[in-house]
């Protein structure tokens, strides 16, 4: 399933104006009461579940919406918010976006399962990840989520640092790749 130019403008417009209409107030003024903040949470039940199902899931969509869960709940005590993205980490970590051999994770799957991945690697993406897996061993210290962050910064240090010390953005899906385990 591929995505053209405007069916990504279409989807930004429809998230601006339902943020323009919900949370920018007559005022001019930005407000994120608990009102809002609800609307939001009980509208990411949704679209969490959609985007595990999504064929060509996109990471950063998803680690947006865990990264608010994770600040619902401990805005709010939502263990419903903790336990959903807690819940998608676990399954995004046991998936196949994951490089379970070489380190980090894949930009998204090519099928509904998330069992084949797309074999390109974005740097944005180990960030992100790394951390909402950080997040989760905050809040849950669990060591299951620090060992998947300290995977990822071991394969960014190892695999996305240039020699000059600068990072590179992506890893190409047919790049030859030799792996180090940093500690």
Same mark, same amino acid.
């Given at each position: ?7 990504f403008?279409?989807?930004g417009? !429809? ?5 323009? +209409?919900? /949370? ?6 930005l #407000?994120l009461?608990?009102? *809002? ?5 009980? !509208? ?5 579940? +959609?985007f /595990? ?6 990471? #950063?969509?998803?680690?947006? *919406? ?12 939502e ?16 998936g ?20 084949i ?11 992100q ?6 997040d ?8 299951f989520?620090s ?19 600068g990072?590179?953005?992506?890893i190409d ?11």
């Amino acid at each position: 399933m591929a995505f053209s130019p405007g069916e990504f403008y279409d989807s930004g417009k !429809k998230v601006f104006d339902f943020i323009k +209409g919900n /949370i920018y107030q007559k005022t001019g003024e930005l #407000s994120l009461d608990e009102t *809002v903040l609800t609307n939001a949470f009980n !509208k990411s039940k949704i679209i969490l579940i +959609g985007f /595990i199902k999504v064929l060509e899931m996109l990471l #950063s969509s998803t680690t947006n *919406v865990i990264n608010f869960l994770f600040r619902y709940y401990r805005r709010f005590g939502e263990e419903k918010s903790k336990f959903m993205a807690l819940d998608t980490l676990k399954e995004i970590a046991n998936g196949g976006i994951r490089d379970h051999i070489g380190g980090g994770f894949h930009r998204y799957a090519t099928d509904v399962n998330w069992r084949i991945p797309h074999f390109e690697k974005m740097l944005y993406d180990q960030a992100q990840l790394s951390n909402s897996y950080l997040d989760a061993f905050q809040i849950t210290h669990e060591d299951f989520y620090s060992s998947i962050a300290i995977d990822i910064l071991n394969f960014t240090i190892s695999e996305m640092t240039s020699s000059e010390g600068g990072f590179y953005s992506a890893i190409d899906a047919e790049a030859q790749l030799t792996f180090q385990i940093v500690i």
